[in-house]
């Protein structure tokens, strides 16, 4: 089983709709949790932190359930620059600052 | 921009050789971390180097080495290329190696492994 588990997509949106990613992550000891959004052929750059008591930033809302080890993203009125892989992200207590990241999940908004 | 930069951008070896990959930090960071990343996959965590020293190593095989300098500036090297090591390979800087620092990451470099 994957560490970090996403739905790889794509998911294909019209532009202005509301859209959920989910992230589920296997190691209870995981201590620190991401969303990381990556356009085509670049890199991976910090979209978000996330809290356990939910954060908001923008359109973009992202949600802790440590209980369930699930992690969500949700981005409102989508538009077109939101089209890229979103990438959920964890770091795991004694390993250091590594990053375990999922596969990643593909949004394409269109018009 | 992050500040990390990456060289070289593009690279095709053959197989059997050996590579080495640099990575210059962001201003004021000391710790680098390396990952590799195969297509449409995501990054899967190489190692980190703090203030010099090696502090964490994914799983991967002793052929893939690396060194952190003076300057904080890091090398990857790769030795024995093997075909699956084609894969775009990012440096990440943080402003140290706890865990809730944010990590900064550089364009990558894209190796081609024929």
């Known amino acids: 089983r994957k560490e970090v588990e996403q739905d790889p997509g794509p998911f294909n949106v019209p532009e202005g709709a509301t859209v959920a990613f989910n992230c589920t992550y296997s190691?209870?000891?995981?201590?620190?949790f991401f969303w990381y959004r990556q356009d085509c052929r670049k890199e991976p750059k910090l979209l978000m932190s996330?809290?356990?008591s939910g954060n908001e930033d923008g359109r973009f809302t992202a949600q802790l359930n440590r209980a369930s080890q699930y992690i969500s993203l949700l981005i409102r009125d989508s538009k077109l620059s939101d089209s890229a892989t979103y990438l959920c992200?964890?770091?795991?207590?004694?390993?250091?600052?590594?990053?375990?990241f999922g596969t990643g999940t593909q949004l394409k908004v269109e018009l | 921009e992050t500040g990390v930069t990456q060289s070289p951008t593009h690279l095709i070896k053959t197989r059997g050789q050996q590579v080495t990959l640099r990575c210059s930090s962001q201003?004021?960071?000391?710790?680098v971390s390396w990952y590799q990343q195969a297509l449409g996959q995501g990054p899967q965590f190489i190692f980190q180097?703090?203030?010099?020293?090696?502090?964490g190593r994914g799983n991967f095989p002793p052929r893939f080495s690396g060194l952190q300098f003076p300057n904080y500036s890091s090398e990857l090297n790769v030795n024995a290329l093997e075909l699956d090591d084609s894969a775009l390979y990012l440096c990440?800087?943080?402003?140290?190696?706890?865990?809730?620092?944010?990590?900064?990451f550089g364009p990558g470099t894209r190796l081609l492994v024929l």
């Open positions: 180097y703090y203030r010099e020293e090696e502090n």
């Open positions: 996330v809290y356990s």
């Open positions: 992200v964890v770091n795991i207590r004694g390993g250091g600052n590594k990053l375990t």
């Open positions: 201003s004021g960071h000391n710790t």
């Open positions: 190691n209870s000891a995981s201590q620190s």
């Open positions: 990440a800087s943080s402003f140290n190696g706890a865990i809730s620092e944010t990590q900064y």
